[in-house]
């Protein structure tokens, strides 16, 4: 087993990724840090969430940055605004240590874009931003991507389906001119970041892929039970009475039905609180922050509002309806069993969908057994 050291890290960094509990490599770090800590390189890393792969990218972007110059020199664009601002955090943490002053910044849409100009005013080497924000700042002339030799895409098949492909393209072109470097993270290689390899990157840039069998993490028990639209409810119930304090996210297809089951929930005395794409920032930030800090103990969430979103210790995940996207499965799961722990992810499934569960199992190559909760 290798160490950090081994890799390259920095001391003042191992010791700051000590303190949040990183101390041994995961997969993709001990794969992707040695190339990208030792050459100037484009590279393509084929990685889901919950394998390590912020720091994967993280620790050797950090480990360039001139603070000597004022400039901006890495742009880490990703998909939604939780996850621009978990990146901005846990990078931010890794520079606990380190001496001299490493400044970043994260920009999102749904705040205000003035406040975050006055922030980009200030000394800025690492920008985290959604695409969307990116661009109207780079418009305004509000942020000068000029210097920026480094752009790492997370998350890129999440960005395309998220209809950032002309974003991206233009933020790609804006920075063509610098000899920039980009390090691709995707979970999945769609015709489309194909596309964006081929127009921008080296043709041999090295690739890392992590599981390609199974791209679910294994400390995952799949499970499912046979139910009816009318009992849902209450079998949720069930389900969270038995397990007393654990936490967990439950998933629903549809805004609307997120809302109404922490309606529901609520009203039988659970400390439950919805999450899903029309709720004002604000409100999403509040509920994400209690989630965080445990005075929420479970959240109801929509696919989109929750992609990504890295909340330690969860228990359990339960899918209210099973999702049409597979891909999605492997996302909903994959919030439960991080870091080595393990969980639950169960299924309520309707007599007529258990084919679907059977397809799941086959793409995934993964086993659910059927519980009576
Ligand atoms: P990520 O895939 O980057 O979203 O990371 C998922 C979670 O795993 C985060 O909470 C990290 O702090 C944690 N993590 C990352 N690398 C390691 C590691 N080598 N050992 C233990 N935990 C890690």
Redesign the pocket.
Known sequence: MST?SALGIREDYIKS?KE???????E??EKAIPILLNAKTDFIGL??????????F?LPVLHQIDTESNHIQALILSPTRELVQ??KK?LFKFTKYVDEKIFLEAVFGGEKIDRQIKNLKRTTHVVVATPGRLIDLIERGDVDISHVTTVILDEADEMLSMGFKQDLNRILKFTTKNDRNIWLFSATMPEEIKKIVKTYMEPNAPRVEINPKSLVNENIRHQFVRTTIKEKTGLITTFLEKRGRQRGIIFCRTKAGAQNLAVQLIEEGFSAAALEGDMQQKERDKVMRAFKNESLQYLISTDVAAR?I?V?GLEFVIHHQLPEQTEYYTHRSGRTA???KTGISLALVLPYEIERVHEIQKELNIHFTEVDV
């Open positions: 950090f990724i949040i509990g990183i101390s041994t490599p995961s993709i770090q990685a889901q969430t919950g394998t390590g792969k912020t720091a994967a993280g978990q990146i846990q990504g890295d330690r991080r870091a080595g």
